[in-house]
T-cell receptor, first 111, second 114 residues
Framework: SQQGEEDPQALSIQEGENATMNCSYK?????LQWYRQNSGRGLVHLIL?????REKHSGRLRVTLDTSKKSSSLLITASRAADTASYFC???????????FGEGTQLTVNP | SAVISQKPSRDICQRGTSLTIQCQVD?????MFWYRQQPGQSLTLIAT?????????ESGFVIDKFPISRPNLTFSTLTVSNMSPEDSSIYLC???????????FGQGTRLTVV
C-alpha cells in the first residue's frame, strides 16, 4: 500500500505565482525526497531532506519536514510554465533508495 | 549521476503474451529496482533486482508473473507474463545513487495490453 498522501491532487496556478504541495506519511523515515515526472515519463530527483532536518532549499525549491506531524511540503517559487508536471514525494525508511511514493500532485502553470 | 537506458519505450501487446523490458545502466550499481505506475496512479515497487540471486518481491507481486533477471551490475530485465489489460501501466527501472539515498529512473516503458 502507498505510504503517504499528497494534497492537493491537482493544482493550477498562473506563471509567477508560488505553488505549495503537501505530503503526509505513516511510518518513521530516514529521509523524504521529492521527484518530478513529466508526461508519464521517467522521474527526476529534485531534493532530499533527512529526518533530522527541518528545511532545505535548492534554487526555487523549498522543502520543509515536520516529523512530529509526519508531513512535508514542497514550495516552488516564481513558477514557470515549464514547471508543469506531476510531483511525488517518496520516503525511505532506511538509508538506501527503496522508496515508497505518495499519490502525487499534478501541477499546471498557466502562461 | 547514472544514465539509464530502458527499452522498449512503449509497446502494445496482445493479452496472454509476455513482454521483456530491459534496463541498462552506464555504471555498476548495487541496487536496481522495478516499479509499476498504473494509469493516473503513483509508483509501486514491484521488486528489488539482486545480482547473482533471486529478486526480492514486494507484497502482491510474484515471480511467476514478473520474472526478473540481473546477470551483472549494469543490466536487468523485467518480464510481464501472461498479460491482461490490467497490466497496462508504465514500468520503470530505478538505480540507487552513489550517495545511497536518492534514485535515478529510466524513462519508463509504457505498456498497453489489448
Amino acid at each position: 500500500s502507498q505510504q503517504g498522501e499528497e494534497d492537493p491532487q491537482a493544482l493550477s496556478i498562473q506563471e509567477g505565482e508560488n505553488a505549495t504541495m503537501n505530503c503526509s506519511y505513516k511510518t518513521s523515515i530516514n529521509n523524504l525526497q521529492w521527484y518530478r515526472q513529466n508526461s508519464g515519463r521517467g522521474l527526476v530527483h529534485l531534493i532530499l531532506i533527512r529526518s533530522n532536518e527541518r528545511e532545505k532549499h535548492s534554487g526555487r525549491l523549498r522543502v520543509t519536514l515536520d516529523t512530529s506531524k509526519k508531513s512535508s511540503s514542497l514550495l516552488i517559487t516564481a513558477s514557470r510554465a515549464a514547471d508543469t508536471a506531476s510531483y511525488f514525494c517518496a520516503t525511505s525508511e532506511t538509508s538506501g533508495s527503496r522508496l515508497t511514493f505518495g499519490e502525487g500532485t499534478q501541477l499546471t502553470v498557466n502562461p | 549521476s547514472a544514465v539509464i537506458s530502458q527499452k522498449p519505450s512503449r509497446d502494445i501487446c496482445q493479452r496472454g503474451t509476455s513482454l521483456t523490458i530491459q534496463c541498462q545502466v552506464d555504471s555498476q550499481v548495487t541496487m536496481m529496482f522495478w516499479y509499476r505506475q498504473q494509469p493516473g496512479q503513483s509508483l509501486t515497487l514491484i521488486a528489488t533486482a539482486n545480482q547473482g540471486s533471486e529478486a526480492t518481491y514486494e507484497s502482491g507481486f510474484v515471480i511467476d508473473k514478473f520474472p526478473i533477471s540481473r546477470p551483472n551490475l549494469t543490466f536487468s530485465t523485467l518480464t510481464v507474463s501472461n498479460m491482461s489489460p490490467e497490466d497496462s501501466s508504465i514500468y520503470l527501472c530505478s538505480v540507487e545513487a552513489l550517495t545511497g539515498d536518492s534514485a535515478f529512473f529510466g524513462q519508463g516503458t509504457r505498456l498497453t495490453v489489448v
